[in-house]
Protein backbone atom coordinates (compact mmCIF):
# COMPACT_ATOMS: atom_id res chain seq x y z
CA UNK A 1 0.00 0.00 0.00
CA UNK A 2 3.03 2.26 0.78
CA UNK A 3 4.19 1.86 -2.18
CA UNK A 4 1.34 2.65 -4.27
CA UNK A 5 1.31 5.90 -2.21
CA UNK A 6 4.64 6.82 -3.45
CA UNK A 7 4.07 6.27 -6.65
CA UNK A 8 1.34 8.37 -6.82
CA UNK A 9 3.20 11.35 -4.99
CA UNK A 10 5.88 11.05 -7.62
CA UNK A 11 3.45 11.42 -10.72
CA UNK A 12 1.84 14.09 -9.08
CA UNK A 13 4.93 15.93 -8.79
CA UNK A 14 5.82 15.12 -12.14
CA UNK A 15 2.97 16.99 -13.69
CA UNK A 16 2.92 19.65 -11.88
CA UNK A 17 6.49 20.42 -12.83
CA UNK A 18 5.47 20.12 -16.47
CA UNK A 19 2.71 22.43 -15.81
CA UNK A 20 4.41 24.71 -14.52
CA UNK A 21 6.95 25.16 -16.30
CA UNK A 22 6.69 26.33 -19.79
CA UNK A 23 8.31 24.01 -22.82
CA UNK A 24 11.17 25.04 -24.25
CA UNK A 25 10.41 26.05 -28.23
CA UNK A 26 13.59 26.51 -30.56
CA UNK A 27 13.17 29.91 -32.47
CA UNK A 28 11.86 29.07 -36.08
CA UNK A 29 13.70 30.58 -38.93
CA UNK A 30 12.41 33.92 -40.48
CA UNK A 31 10.71 33.02 -43.40
CA UNK A 32 12.22 35.20 -46.59
CA UNK A 33 9.61 36.47 -49.55
CA UNK A 34 10.88 36.68 -53.20
CA UNK A 35 11.40 39.39 -55.15
CA UNK A 36 11.09 38.80 -59.20
CA UNK A 37 13.27 40.45 -61.36
CA UNK A 38 12.62 41.07 -65.02
CA UNK A 39 14.66 42.29 -67.64
CA UNK A 40 13.65 44.59 -70.38
CA UNK A 41 17.39 45.38 -72.36
CA UNK A 42 17.25 46.35 -75.67
CA UNK A 43 13.69 47.04 -78.21
CA UNK A 44 10.49 45.82 -77.10
CA UNK A 45 9.05 43.14 -79.51
CA UNK A 46 6.57 40.32 -79.29
CA UNK A 47 9.44 38.33 -77.13
CA UNK A 48 9.79 41.18 -74.65
CA UNK A 49 5.77 41.19 -74.46
CA UNK A 50 5.47 37.62 -74.32
CA UNK A 51 8.38 37.09 -71.62
CA UNK A 52 6.69 40.17 -69.52
CA UNK A 53 3.07 39.49 -69.35
CA UNK A 54 4.11 35.89 -68.86
CA UNK A 55 5.86 36.19 -66.05
CA UNK A 56 3.74 39.22 -64.41
CA UNK A 57 0.86 36.51 -64.68
CA UNK A 58 2.39 33.50 -62.98
CA UNK A 59 3.52 35.74 -60.31
CA UNK A 60 0.50 37.36 -60.04
CA UNK A 61 -1.12 33.29 -59.95
CA UNK A 62 1.64 32.00 -57.57
CA UNK A 63 0.78 35.31 -55.10
CA UNK A 64 3.80 34.43 -53.19
CA UNK A 65 5.81 38.02 -53.84
CA UNK A 66 4.87 40.88 -52.43
CA UNK A 67 6.74 42.62 -55.18
CA UNK A 68 8.07 42.49 -58.54
CA UNK A 69 10.95 44.56 -59.90
CA UNK A 70 11.35 45.18 -64.19
CA UNK A 71 14.62 46.70 -65.33
CA UNK A 72 14.49 48.98 -68.17
CA UNK A 73 16.96 50.23 -70.60
CA UNK A 74 15.19 50.48 -74.21
CA UNK A 75 15.47 52.35 -77.13
CA UNK A 76 11.80 52.16 -77.60
CA UNK A 77 9.93 49.41 -79.83
CA UNK A 78 5.85 48.35 -81.16
CA UNK A 79 3.06 50.37 -80.00
CA UNK A 80 1.09 47.02 -79.78
CA UNK A 81 3.63 45.10 -77.64
CA UNK A 82 4.21 47.79 -75.15
CA UNK A 83 0.17 48.35 -74.70
CA UNK A 84 -0.40 44.30 -74.26
CA UNK A 85 2.89 44.95 -71.37
CA UNK A 86 1.11 47.99 -69.63
CA UNK A 87 -2.59 46.02 -69.85
CA UNK A 88 -0.45 43.25 -67.73
CA UNK A 89 0.99 46.04 -65.18
CA UNK A 90 -2.19 47.58 -64.74
CA UNK A 91 -4.04 44.09 -63.89
CA UNK A 92 -1.40 42.72 -61.61
CA UNK A 93 -2.73 42.65 -58.03
CA UNK A 94 1.13 42.97 -56.92
CA UNK A 95 3.06 45.92 -57.10
CA UNK A 96 4.93 46.74 -59.70
CA UNK A 97 8.06 48.72 -60.01
CA UNK A 98 9.99 49.51 -62.69
CA UNK A 99 13.69 50.77 -62.33
CA UNK A 100 15.60 52.13 -65.19
CA UNK A 101 19.01 50.25 -64.63
CA UNK A 102 21.93 50.39 -65.20
CA UNK A 103 23.53 53.65 -65.07
CA UNK A 104 23.62 54.64 -68.35
CA UNK A 105 20.42 53.10 -69.01
CA UNK A 106 17.53 54.98 -71.09
CA UNK A 107 13.39 54.58 -70.99
CA UNK A 108 13.02 56.36 -74.23
CA UNK A 109 9.60 56.09 -76.18
CA UNK A 110 7.72 53.16 -75.27
CA UNK A 111 9.69 52.41 -72.26
CA UNK A 112 8.49 55.76 -70.77
CA UNK A 113 4.97 54.55 -71.20
CA UNK A 114 6.01 51.47 -69.28
CA UNK A 115 7.66 53.33 -66.72
CA UNK A 116 4.26 55.48 -66.19
CA UNK A 117 2.17 52.04 -66.19
CA UNK A 118 3.92 50.55 -63.18
CA UNK A 119 2.63 51.58 -59.88
CA UNK A 120 6.03 52.32 -58.84
CA UNK A 121 8.83 54.53 -60.85
CA UNK A 122 12.33 54.62 -60.07
CA UNK A 123 15.74 55.74 -62.05
CA UNK A 124 19.62 55.19 -61.59
CA UNK A 125 21.70 57.72 -61.85
CA UNK A 126 22.72 59.01 -64.99
CA UNK A 127 19.86 57.08 -66.84
CA UNK A 128 17.10 59.05 -68.89
CA UNK A 129 14.02 59.20 -70.19
CA UNK A 130 11.08 60.70 -72.59
CA UNK A 131 11.32 61.57 -76.14
CA UNK A 132 7.71 59.54 -76.47
CA UNK A 133 7.12 60.54 -79.77
CA UNK A 134 5.65 58.42 -82.14
CA UNK A 135 8.79 57.76 -84.71
CA UNK A 136 6.16 58.01 -87.63
CA UNK A 137 6.06 61.66 -87.04
CA UNK A 138 8.73 63.33 -85.11
CA UNK A 139 9.20 66.51 -83.20
CA UNK A 140 9.38 69.77 -84.93
CA UNK A 141 12.76 71.10 -83.94
CA UNK A 142 14.98 73.93 -86.11
CA UNK A 143 14.07 74.17 -89.76
CA UNK A 144 11.29 71.91 -89.10
CA UNK A 145 10.01 74.45 -86.99
CA UNK A 146 10.00 76.72 -89.85
CA UNK A 147 8.15 75.28 -91.77
CA UNK A 148 5.31 73.96 -89.58
CA UNK A 149 3.01 76.89 -90.86
CA UNK A 150 3.33 75.76 -95.01
CA UNK A 151 3.87 71.69 -93.80
CA UNK A 152 1.01 70.73 -91.38
CA UNK A 153 0.67 67.32 -90.07
CA UNK A 154 -2.07 64.99 -92.12
CA UNK A 155 -4.87 63.36 -90.73
CA UNK A 156 -3.47 60.52 -89.77
CA UNK A 157 -0.09 62.00 -88.07
CA UNK A 158 -3.04 64.15 -85.92
CA UNK A 159 -4.36 60.91 -85.24
CA UNK A 160 -1.88 58.91 -84.06
CA UNK A 161 -0.16 62.00 -82.02
CA UNK A 162 -3.23 62.74 -80.24
CA UNK A 163 -4.05 58.71 -79.54
CA UNK A 164 -0.16 58.72 -78.05
CA UNK A 165 -1.16 61.78 -75.83
CA UNK A 166 -4.10 60.74 -74.50
CA UNK A 167 -2.71 57.20 -73.73
CA UNK A 168 0.15 58.59 -71.59
CA UNK A 169 -1.97 60.96 -69.50
CA UNK A 170 -4.06 58.08 -68.74
CA UNK A 171 -1.13 56.62 -67.22
CA UNK A 172 0.01 60.05 -65.70
CA UNK A 173 -3.52 60.18 -64.18
CA UNK A 174 -3.74 56.51 -62.43
CA UNK A 175 0.00 56.70 -60.96
CA UNK A 176 -0.77 60.66 -59.84
CA UNK A 177 2.40 61.32 -61.86
CA UNK A 178 3.21 64.95 -63.70
CA UNK A 179 0.61 64.84 -66.70
CA UNK A 180 1.99 68.09 -68.60
CA UNK A 181 5.45 66.70 -68.82
CA UNK A 182 4.46 63.81 -69.47
CA UNK A 183 2.56 65.56 -72.99
CA UNK A 184 5.47 67.35 -73.75
CA UNK A 185 7.58 63.84 -73.86
CA UNK A 186 5.58 63.08 -76.66
CA UNK A 187 4.25 65.94 -78.44
CA UNK A 188 7.77 67.53 -78.20
CA UNK A 189 10.02 64.56 -77.61
CA UNK A 190 11.50 65.86 -74.21
CA UNK A 191 13.70 64.36 -72.33
CA UNK A 192 14.63 64.01 -68.61
CA UNK A 193 17.60 62.69 -66.42
CA UNK A 194 16.67 60.90 -63.03
CA UNK A 195 17.08 64.02 -60.43
CA UNK A 196 15.11 65.97 -62.88
CA UNK A 197 12.23 63.26 -63.30
CA UNK A 198 12.49 63.23 -59.46
CA UNK A 199 11.99 67.13 -59.05
CA UNK A 200 9.36 67.13 -61.80
CA UNK A 201 7.28 64.35 -60.05
CA UNK A 202 7.72 62.08 -63.24
CA UNK A 203 9.62 58.90 -61.05
CA UNK A 204 8.55 58.42 -57.60
CA UNK A 205 12.43 57.62 -56.05
CA UNK A 206 16.02 57.06 -56.97
CA UNK A 207 17.75 53.83 -56.82
CA UNK A 208 20.83 52.34 -57.69
CA UNK A 209 20.47 48.88 -57.67
CA UNK A 210 17.64 46.54 -57.29
CA UNK A 211 18.59 45.67 -53.94
CA UNK A 212 18.97 49.28 -53.32
CA UNK A 213 15.22 49.81 -54.91
CA UNK A 214 13.93 46.94 -52.20
CA UNK A 215 15.40 48.50 -49.23
CA UNK A 216 14.17 52.12 -49.92
CA UNK A 217 10.89 50.77 -50.84
CA UNK A 218 10.37 48.76 -47.08
CA UNK A 219 7.34 50.57 -45.64
CA UNK A 220 6.53 52.21 -48.88
CA UNK A 221 3.06 52.68 -49.42
CA UNK A 222 1.19 52.02 -52.69
CA UNK A 223 -2.35 52.28 -54.36
CA UNK A 224 -3.42 48.91 -55.74
CA UNK A 225 -7.06 48.74 -56.74
CA UNK A 226 -7.99 51.39 -55.13
CA UNK A 227 -6.51 50.75 -52.07
CA UNK A 228 -3.44 51.60 -50.02
CA UNK A 229 -1.21 48.75 -49.10
CA UNK A 230 2.25 49.34 -47.02
CA UNK A 231 5.58 47.08 -48.62
CA UNK A 232 6.97 44.80 -45.84
CA UNK A 233 10.18 43.84 -47.49
CA UNK A 234 12.56 43.54 -44.48
CA UNK A 235 12.87 39.66 -45.67
CA UNK A 236 12.70 39.79 -49.18
CA UNK A 237 15.00 38.12 -51.60
CA UNK A 238 15.55 38.82 -54.93
CA UNK A 239 15.46 36.16 -57.69
CA UNK A 240 16.45 37.24 -61.48
CA UNK A 241 13.89 35.35 -63.80
CA UNK A 242 15.63 34.97 -67.20
CA UNK A 243 13.51 33.94 -70.32
CA UNK A 244 12.83 30.62 -71.35
CA UNK A 245 13.67 28.65 -74.44
CA UNK A 246 9.98 29.64 -75.83
CA UNK A 247 11.12 33.24 -75.30
CA UNK A 248 14.29 32.65 -76.77
CA UNK A 249 12.58 31.26 -79.90
CA UNK A 250 10.18 33.58 -80.50
CA UNK A 251 13.08 36.21 -80.14
CA UNK A 252 14.86 34.81 -82.64
CA UNK A 253 11.60 34.37 -85.72
CA UNK A 254 10.26 37.45 -84.47
CA UNK A 255 13.82 39.28 -85.93
CA UNK A 256 12.35 40.38 -89.06
CA UNK A 257 15.48 39.22 -91.23
CA UNK A 258 15.05 35.71 -89.65
CA UNK A 259 11.59 35.93 -90.28
CA UNK A 260 12.30 36.79 -94.00
CA UNK A 261 14.95 33.93 -94.78
CA UNK A 262 12.95 31.48 -93.58
CA UNK A 263 9.54 32.76 -95.60
CA UNK A 264 11.94 32.45 -98.61
CA UNK A 265 13.61 29.01 -97.58
CA UNK A 266 9.80 27.80 -97.48
CA UNK A 267 8.85 29.02 -100.81
CA UNK A 268 11.90 28.23 -102.72
CA UNK A 269 11.65 24.32 -100.95
CA UNK A 270 7.99 23.89 -102.07
CA UNK A 271 8.98 25.32 -106.07
CA UNK A 272 12.17 22.90 -106.18
CA UNK A 273 9.92 20.00 -104.04
CA UNK A 274 6.77 20.87 -107.08
CA UNK A 275 9.62 21.04 -109.87
CA UNK A 276 11.28 17.96 -108.81
CA UNK A 277 9.28 15.51 -106.55
CA UNK A 278 11.67 13.70 -104.65
CA UNK A 279 11.97 12.15 -101.24
CA UNK A 280 10.33 15.40 -99.85
CA UNK A 281 13.52 16.86 -97.86
CA UNK A 282 12.50 19.77 -99.39
CA UNK A 283 9.40 20.23 -99.29
CA UNK A 284 9.06 19.01 -95.85
CA UNK A 285 11.88 21.93 -95.05
CA UNK A 286 10.28 24.52 -97.09
CA UNK A 287 6.62 24.13 -95.04
CA UNK A 288 8.26 24.27 -91.65
CA UNK A 289 10.14 26.76 -92.75
CA UNK A 290 7.36 28.90 -94.09
CA UNK A 291 5.00 27.67 -91.08
CA UNK A 292 7.58 29.06 -88.81
CA UNK A 293 7.57 32.50 -90.97
CA UNK A 294 3.73 32.97 -90.64
CA UNK A 295 3.81 33.14 -86.96
CA UNK A 296 6.77 35.24 -86.55
CA UNK A 297 4.59 38.00 -89.25
CA UNK A 298 1.57 37.39 -87.54
CA UNK A 299 3.40 38.61 -84.15
CA UNK A 300 4.87 41.59 -86.22
CA UNK A 301 3.00 44.86 -88.05
CA UNK A 302 3.22 43.45 -91.26
CA UNK A 303 1.77 46.11 -94.38
CA UNK A 304 -0.95 44.51 -96.63
CA UNK A 305 0.48 46.48 -99.65
CA UNK A 306 3.86 44.80 -99.11
CA UNK A 307 2.59 41.33 -98.84
CA UNK A 308 0.64 41.86 -101.93
CA UNK A 309 3.88 43.01 -103.61
CA UNK A 310 5.47 40.19 -102.83
CA UNK A 311 3.10 37.67 -102.87
CA UNK A 312 2.65 39.57 -106.93
CA UNK A 313 6.13 39.09 -107.43
CA UNK A 314 6.70 35.83 -106.58
CA UNK A 315 3.37 35.06 -109.14
CA UNK A 316 5.32 36.81 -111.59
CA UNK A 317 8.63 34.85 -111.51
CA UNK A 318 6.85 31.54 -111.18
CA UNK A 319 4.89 32.41 -114.65
CA UNK A 320 8.21 33.19 -116.07
CA UNK A 321 9.32 30.41 -115.31
CA UNK A 322 6.11 27.97 -116.88
CA UNK A 323 5.69 30.89 -119.85
CA UNK A 324 9.26 32.18 -120.48
CA UNK A 325 8.04 35.84 -121.91
CA UNK A 326 11.75 36.99 -123.19
CA UNK A 327 11.94 38.83 -119.68
CA UNK A 328 9.00 41.00 -119.10
CA UNK A 329 7.02 38.92 -116.52
CA UNK A 330 10.68 38.04 -114.75
CA UNK A 331 11.38 41.18 -114.59
CA UNK A 332 8.18 43.09 -113.41
CA UNK A 333 8.42 39.79 -110.66
CA UNK A 334 11.84 40.73 -109.21
CA UNK A 335 10.59 44.88 -108.90
CA UNK A 336 7.86 43.54 -107.23
CA UNK A 337 9.26 41.32 -104.94
CA UNK A 338 11.89 43.69 -103.85
CA UNK A 339 9.36 46.71 -103.48
CA UNK A 340 7.05 44.68 -101.72
CA UNK A 341 10.33 43.20 -99.36
CA UNK A 342 10.80 47.02 -98.32
CA UNK A 343 7.12 47.49 -97.63
CA UNK A 344 6.41 43.94 -95.66
CA UNK A 345 7.42 45.52 -92.39
CA UNK A 346 4.96 48.36 -91.43
CA UNK A 347 6.98 50.40 -88.51
CA UNK A 348 9.67 52.94 -88.80
CA UNK A 349 11.53 50.83 -85.72
CA UNK A 350 15.27 50.79 -87.23
CA UNK A 351 15.06 47.24 -85.21
CA UNK A 352 12.01 45.84 -86.84
CA UNK A 353 12.66 46.68 -90.38
CA UNK A 354 14.16 44.40 -92.83
CA UNK A 355 18.01 44.91 -93.50
CA UNK A 356 18.39 47.05 -97.20
CA UNK A 357 21.57 44.74 -97.54
CA UNK A 358 19.84 41.53 -97.00
CA UNK A 359 16.44 42.24 -99.41
CA UNK A 360 19.67 43.70 -102.49
CA UNK A 361 21.37 40.35 -101.65
CA UNK A 362 18.02 38.14 -101.76
CA UNK A 363 17.05 40.32 -105.38
CA UNK A 364 20.49 39.47 -106.93
CA UNK A 365 20.49 36.06 -105.93
CA UNK A 366 16.85 35.78 -107.03
CA UNK A 367 17.77 37.69 -110.54
CA UNK A 368 20.41 35.17 -111.13
CA UNK A 369 18.00 32.15 -110.60
CA UNK A 370 14.97 33.95 -112.70
CA UNK A 371 18.00 34.37 -115.16
CA UNK A 372 19.21 31.09 -115.28
CA UNK A 373 16.47 29.11 -115.72
CA UNK A 374 15.10 31.39 -118.09
CA UNK A 375 18.27 30.24 -120.40
CA UNK A 376 17.85 26.69 -119.51
CA UNK A 377 13.95 27.08 -120.61
CA UNK A 378 15.12 28.78 -123.29
CA UNK A 379 17.40 26.72 -124.85
CA UNK A 380 14.99 23.68 -124.20
CA UNK A 381 12.42 25.30 -125.60
CA UNK A 382 14.69 25.33 -129.13
CA UNK A 383 16.32 22.49 -128.95
CA UNK A 384 14.87 20.09 -131.19
CA UNK A 385 14.39 17.15 -129.00
CA UNK A 386 14.01 13.24 -131.05
CA UNK A 387 13.24 9.95 -129.24
CA UNK A 388 11.78 6.52 -130.29
CA UNK A 389 12.04 5.82 -133.98
CA UNK A 390 12.74 9.26 -135.21
CA UNK A 391 15.99 9.09 -133.56
CA UNK A 392 16.93 6.43 -136.47
CA UNK A 393 16.50 9.04 -139.27
CA UNK A 394 19.39 9.85 -140.59
CA UNK A 395 21.52 7.35 -138.67
CA UNK A 396 24.13 4.49 -140.72
CA UNK A 397 22.79 0.57 -140.47
CA UNK A 398 25.02 -2.43 -141.83
CA UNK A 399 23.33 -4.87 -144.69
CA UNK A 400 22.98 -8.21 -143.08
CA UNK A 401 22.57 -10.26 -146.13
CA UNK A 402 22.68 -9.18 -149.97
CA UNK A 403 19.62 -7.84 -151.40
CA UNK A 404 17.86 -5.49 -153.29
CA UNK A 405 14.77 -4.84 -152.53
CA UNK A 406 13.68 -6.30 -149.01
CA UNK A 407 16.00 -7.09 -146.98
CA UNK A 408 17.42 -6.74 -143.08
CA UNK A 409 20.17 -4.26 -141.89
CA UNK A 410 21.41 -3.82 -138.55
CA UNK A 411 21.15 -0.63 -136.07
CA UNK A 412 22.49 -0.31 -132.74
CA UNK A 413 22.83 -4.06 -132.74
CA UNK A 414 19.09 -4.60 -133.37
CA UNK A 415 17.83 -6.37 -136.75
CA UNK A 416 15.24 -4.48 -138.86
CA UNK A 417 13.52 -5.21 -142.05
CA UNK A 418 14.72 -2.60 -145.28
CA UNK A 419 13.60 -1.75 -147.82
CA UNK A 420 16.29 -0.23 -150.74
CA UNK A 421 15.84 0.61 -154.49
CA UNK A 422 19.46 -0.42 -155.49
CA UNK A 423 21.58 -3.85 -154.88
CA UNK A 424 22.95 -4.02 -151.57
CA UNK A 425 25.35 -6.56 -150.04
CA UNK A 426 26.97 -7.69 -146.97
CA UNK A 427 28.42 -5.50 -144.58
CA UNK A 428 27.40 -2.96 -146.81
CA UNK A 429 26.99 0.87 -144.73
CA UNK A 430 23.57 2.82 -145.75
CA UNK A 431 22.06 5.19 -144.18
CA UNK A 432 18.22 5.22 -143.10
CA UNK A 433 16.29 7.83 -144.59
CA UNK A 434 12.55 7.22 -143.23
CA UNK A 435 10.23 4.42 -141.36
CA UNK A 436 7.17 2.94 -142.61
CA UNK A 437 5.91 0.81 -140.11
CA UNK A 438 8.83 -1.39 -138.65
CA UNK A 439 10.60 -1.42 -141.94
CA UNK A 440 13.61 1.11 -142.71
CA UNK A 441 13.65 2.67 -145.63
CA UNK A 442 17.40 2.74 -146.88
CA UNK A 443 19.99 4.22 -149.72
CA UNK A 444 23.38 3.67 -150.10
CA UNK A 445 25.96 6.31 -148.08
CA UNK A 446 27.27 8.84 -151.25
CA UNK A 447 31.01 9.17 -150.58
CA UNK A 448 32.10 12.74 -149.95
CA UNK A 449 34.11 14.04 -152.54
Request: hydrophobic share 45%; glycine share 8%.
Amino acid sequence: MLRWLVGLLLIVSFVGKATTEPPKISPSPVATQTVPVLSIKGAIGPAVSDYLVTEIANTNHNKSSPLLIITLDTPGGLSSSLRDINMAIMASSIPIACLVYPQGARAASAGTYILYACHIAAMSTATTLGAATPVSIGAPTGADKQEEKTNSPTAMEKKVLNDAIAYIRSLAQLRGRNEKWAVLAVREAATLTAKEALDKNVINLIAQSPAGLVQKLHGYKVVIDKESQQLNLANAQLTPIKADWRNNFIATITDPNIAYILMLIGIYGLLLEFYSPGIGIAGITGGISLLIALYAFQLLPISFTGAGLLILGLILLIAESFAPSFGILGIGGVIAFVLGSIFLIDTDQAHFQISIPLIAAVAFISTLFFVFTLGYLWRSRNSKVVSGQEELIGANALVEHDFTGLGYVIVNGERWAAQSQHELTRGQSVQINSIDGLTLRVSELKDKE
